[in-house]
C-alpha cells in the first residue's frame, strides 16, 4: 500500500505520489538525495542495485525540468567495481556553481549481525561547479571520525550568519560502535574544507545517527537524531551557530531518516522511517514550538504489513524542496515488495499554512 494517510490538520495536505522509475525483478533503488536549482531544475541521486542477489551497486543521477513530471535516464556517476556505493549524505548544494555529492563505498557482510553490516567503508565527494553537468573524476576521501564518517543531514547545507556553512553529520569510532552525531562547518574561502566535528549526542550504550538541522523561527538551529538501541528519536538547539548545543531530549516519536523542512508559517515538520513495527512506512510529526513538542500527522508512505524491515531492506531516506510557493516535492525509497523490488518513490505535498 503505497499511499499518503494524514489526519485532518491545517498544515499541510496530499497531492500526488507515484514510483519515478520502473524496477525489475530484483531491481532495488535506494537512497534518494534530491536539489533544486535556482532555474527550478530537479537534481536527484540514489543507489542503483541491478540484481540484490549481487551487492555491488552504484550511484546514479537523474534530472527534471517539470517539476518531476518526467525524468531524463539515469547516468552512472561512481561505481567501485566489486562495492555496494551508495549516498553517504548526497547532494549538497552550496550555490548553483558548487554542488557536493558525497558518496561511500563499502562491503556488506550480513554474518557481522547487527543494523550496519559494513566494512571496507570509504566516504567522499565529488564536485561539481557547473550545476552538476561535469564532475571531478577522483573521490575526495573524508576521514573525520577513527571508523566510520558519514555526512547525513538531508537539509545539508545550512548558510551561517559569518557567511560559512554548517553540515549535520555522524560516525563511528569501531565498526557499528560507539556512533557519534554532530555538526561540521565549511568556509567557502577554504575550499569548503570539512573542521573538526562538534559532538551533540553520544552514548556507546545508546548510540546516535541519521541527524537532520533546520533552522527554526527565533533564528535558533535545531537538529533532530536517531537514537539506534532503544529506537527512538531526540532533539537539541543551539543558540550560538552550532558551536555549542543544549542537552538531548525526546522527540516522543521513534525516527530514523530523519528529514526536517520548514513550512512557510514556521512550523517544522519531521519526515522519517517510522522504526515502531506496527506502523512501518515513513511517517510525519510536527513541531510548532521548536522541537519540545511534537505532534504526529500520519504517514507521506504506508507500508504492506509483510514488509521486510531488516539491514539493507529498509524504506526511507525522505528528502524534500519547494517546487513554488506552496507545493513540495519529496522522494523516499520504499520496502520491497514480492519480487525484491524496491522503488523512488514521488511525492507532492501542498503547505497550507
Known sequence: MNKLELVQNPFISFVSSKNIFETKQNEQHKAPSLIRLSDGELLLTFALHENSNNLESYVVLTKSNDNGLTWLAPQIIYRNPGFTCINMGGLVKFSDDMIRLILGSLKIDYSLGGDEPFTDCITGFLDSKDKGNTWTDKLERIDLFPMWTEVYGQSNPHILKNGNFLLALMGTIGRDDQWHSGVSFCDPKDNFRFSKPVIIAKDKNRNYSDIDVVRVQDERLLAVIREHNFKKSVFSHSED?????????????????IKLFKLNSGVIICLYRDENPNNLGVSI??????????????????AASDSLHLPGLKCGYPDM????DVDIFGV??????????????QFVLKDLT
Not at 542537552?247 to 521513534?254: A, D, E, L, R, V
Not at 524542496?321 to 513554488?324: E, G, H, T
Request: net charge positive; no cysteine.
Open 321 to 324: 524542496v519547494y517546487i513554488n
Open 285 to 302: 510529526s510536527i513541531t510548532r514550538d521548536a522541537g519540545y513538542k511534537w505532534e504526529y500527522l500520519g504517514q507521506v508512505y504506508s
Open 241 to 257: 551557530e552550532g558551536k555549542t548545543w543544549s542537552p538531548i531530549n525526546y522527540t516522543g516519536f521513534s525516527g530514523s531518516n
Open 332 to 345: 523516499l525509497h520504499t520496502y520491497p515488495d514480492k519480487q525484491g523490488r524496491m522503488s523512488i518513490q
